[in-house]
């Protein structure tokens, strides 16, 4: 009776693993947050200096803080018809004349719940280091962990390196390589943080309309290297009020998305909210805020 029901419980782990790997594999390979800010523009950041969000997508610009930076962050929504999420965190800086380089810490906890099969429950946290290196050239590495569970319990270590180049105000270019570190086998493939290189690019138009665009390779093992495109573009209708919309094609999960967003900016702190459509879908959408403050 007791190897009977060993047996059970064995292969029922195995059904369902199968089971969510064919729902989430296209969603396995997402940055574990993209911002409010990079969000509204379609999901570039990389080359942006918008922290202490963008240094999730590029540790280099961790550089580009202020003295001391605090980021509050929520996000709430379906990602697809059939997979729901619901994130909250926070990221805080420290990028003073008299430490040796700008450090910042990163925490989120995250609940993905997949219809019909489950919940995964994620802990994530990121340490970044970053310095210029001339006046126009920055390097940024971090660190991460991620804890997850479904199932069973499974932990990554990880790695970002990033380097950005900023030869004036008004243009940025910025490369980075994330999840260098092959995941241990035992780590269900749905689970695991995929190896990706991305690139970006920003431009000031004008002293109130930018433009961005970031590309970024995945590597899926057995499916091999697949891309998506982000284009967006954000005009600051005052002093304090700007207005973002964006565009993401993705070869991974073959869905496009529209995203909209808005930004309330304060001397003392600033409010960003986002939206993202799936294209041809309009039964739900993913929504998230933050809260920016120098302190």
């Not at 970044?128 to 962990?145: E, H, N, P």
Request: glycine share 10%; with cysteine.
């Amino acid at each position: 009776m007791k190897k009977n029901t060993s047996r059970l419980v064995i292969w029922s782990t195995r059904i369902c693993y199968i089971v969510l790997f064919c729902l989430t594999s296209n969603y396995s390979t997402a940055e574990v947050y993209t911002g409010p800010v990079s969000e509204s523009t379609g999901g570039a950041g990389r080359a942006a200096t918008e922290t202490p969000e963008t240094i999730l997508l590029n540790p280099a610009s961790i550089v580009h803080a202020k003295v001391f930076a605090l980021g509050m962050y929520f996000a709430d929504g379906y990602k697809s018809p059939n997979l729901h999420e619901r994130l909250y965190g926070a990221t805080l800086i420290d990028n003073h004349e008299e430490s040796f380089a700008p450090g910042g810490l990163t925490y989120f906890d995250r609940k993905r719940h997949f219809a019909g099969v489950g919940t995964v429950e994620e802990m994530f946290a990121q340490a970044t280091l970053g310095k210029f290196i001339g006046k126009y050239f920055s390097m940024g590495v971090a660190v991460t962990y991620l804890k997850q569970k479904f199932i069973e319990k499974h932990t990554q270590w990880n790695g970002q390196v990033g380097a950005m180049y900023t030869p004036n105000d008004k243009l940025g270019f910025g490369l980075v390589v994330q999840n260098f570190v092959k995941p241990k086998d035992t780590i269900p493939e749905f689970l695991r943080e995929s190896l990706n290189i991305g690139f970006g690019t920003t431009y000031l138009l004008s002293r109130y309309f930018k433009v961005k665009a970031d590309v970024v390779a995945y590597d899926l093992e057995g499916r091999g290297w697949r891309g998506k495109y982000m284009v967006g573009a954000e005009s600051d209708i005052s002093d304090y009020f700007a207005f973002r919309l964006g565009y993401r094609n993705s070869d991974i999960t073959s869905h496009n998305h529209f995203t909209f967003g808005a930004g309330l900016k304060t001397p003392r702190f600033g409010v960003d909210y986002s939206v993202s459509f799936k294209e041809g879908d309009r039964r739900g959408a993913m929504h998230s805020v933050d809260i920016r403050a120098p302190l």
